[in-house]
């Protein structure tokens, strides 16, 4: 019988995974990184990508930095990885942005600067990986970082929870059109996990809301690990059968 570490092996396939100089991001770049995978670490800052980079604990990495609001950018940067790296197997779209708005207060400046990174950044990377030159001739695998609040409203979060509901649509969409080439797409929908963006978004709440928020979570408040595993198990070849799945990673907050 295989050992579990076999069983999760990318075999040294190149996966692309965006906010990884912090949080799940780069939770997730660490988690396939000691499953086998070379990744590329996508982000705007270089400096800490360099330092994840340097985590993982090999030269077989690459650092991407990347803005994902800036469009037109992103298939040009792919296929000059293409270039240097040979083709690549995954994607995970981690990065993402959240601005707490009454919805007063919630321009169409606020929400689009949330879709621009959360959502068509994402659109555009997988347009971009998912070109016949581009990903390897086996197939691949798509994962797509959603949210609770993409299923569950939340005051103050109009623009997050509409970005990331429409993440969990467009997956569904792309399942069934890349299936023909073997290209799975999912998403994972995380409920309240101790990252810095997240512990920065709880500081402007009282402190009664983030016990309130925390006990809405019967298993309590997850760790970015606890995430990432989950990434690494939909991205991993052996989950050859899944695609256009939303699974919930909320410590069974939305089984309520």
Same mark, same amino acid.
């Given at each position: 019988?295989?050992?579990?570490?076999?069983?999760? +092996?990318?075999?040294?396939?190149?996966?692309?995974?965006?906010?990884?100089?912090?949080?799940?991001?780069?939770?997730?770049?660490?988690?396939?990184?000691?499953?086998?995978?070379?990744?590329?670490?996508?982000?705007? +800052?270089?400096?800490?990508?360099?330092?994840?980079?340097? &985590?993982?604990?090999?030269?077989?990495?690459?650092?991407?930095?990347? +803005? @994902?609001?800036?469009?037109?950018? #992103?298939?040009?940067? *792919? /296929?000059?990885?293409?270039? +240097?790296?040979? !083709?690549?197997?995954?994607?995970?779209?981690?990065?993402? *942005?959240?601005?707490?708005?009454?919805?007063?207060?919630?321009?169409?400046?606020?929400?689009?600067?949330?879709?621009?990174?959360?959502?068509?950044?994402?659109?555009? @990377?997988?347009?971009?990986?998912?070109?016949?030159?581009?990903?390897?001739?086996?197939?691949?695998?798509?994962?797509? #970082?959603?949210?609770?609040?993409?299923?569950?409203?939340?005051?103050?979060?109009?623009?997050?929870?509409?970005?990331?509901?429409? #993440?969990?649509?467009?997956?569904?969409?792309? !399942?069934?059109?890349?299936?023909?080439?073997?290209?799975?797409?999912?998403?994972?929908?995380?409920?309240?996990?101790?990252?810095?963006?997240?512990?920065?978004?709880?500081?402007?709440?009282? !402190? &009664?809301?983030?016990?309130?928020?925390?006990?809405?979570?019967?298993?309590?408040?997850?760790?970015?690990?606890?995430?990432?595993? /989950?990434?690494?198990?939909? @991205?991993?070849?052996?989950?050859?059968? *899944?695609?256009?799945?939303?699974?919930?990673?909320?410590?069974?907050?939305? !089984?309520?």
């Amino acid at each position: 019988m295989a050992d579990s570490a076999s069983f999760l +092996d990318f075999g040294g396939r190149w996966v692309v995974v965006t906010g990884a100089s912090s949080g799940l991001g780069r939770a997730t770049a660490a988690e396939l990184a000691a499953n086998g995978a070379r990744v590329v670490l996508v982000g705007r +800052d270089q400096a800490r990508l360099a330092q994840a980079a340097a &985590e993982l604990g090999t030269a077989e990495h690459r650092v991407l930095p990347l +803005d @994902l609001a800036a469009h037109d950018s #992103i298939a040009p940067a *792919i /296929a000059a990885l293409r270039k +240097d790296v040979g !083709a690549l197997y995954g994607l995970c779209h981690a990065a993402g *942005i959240v601005e707490t708005r009454p919805l007063t207060a919630n321009t169409v400046s606020v929400v689009q600067s949330q879709l621009d990174v959360n959502l068509l950044g994402g659109l555009e @990377l997988a347009r971009a990986v998912c070109r016949r030159d581009v990903m390897t001739p086996e197939g691949g695998s798509l994962l797509f #970082i959603s949210s609770v609040y993409g299923r569950v409203g939340m005051p103050g979060q109009i623009g997050y929870c509409a970005s990331k509901g429409a #993440i969990a649509a467009a997956v569904r969409a792309m !399942a069934i059109e890349l299936a023909r080439r073997q290209i799975r797409v999912n998403c994972l929908s995380p409920g309240l996990v101790l990252t810095q963006m997240t512990e920065q978004a709880l500081g402007l709440l009282s !402190a &009664e809301h983030v016990d309130k928020l925390k006990a809405a979570h019967p298993l309590g408040a997850g760790q970015p690990q606890d995430v990432a595993r /989950a990434a690494v198990f939909l @991205l991993s070849p052996a989950t050859r059968w *899944i695609t256009g799945a939303d699974l919930p990673v909320d410590g069974g907050f939305t !089984a309520q």
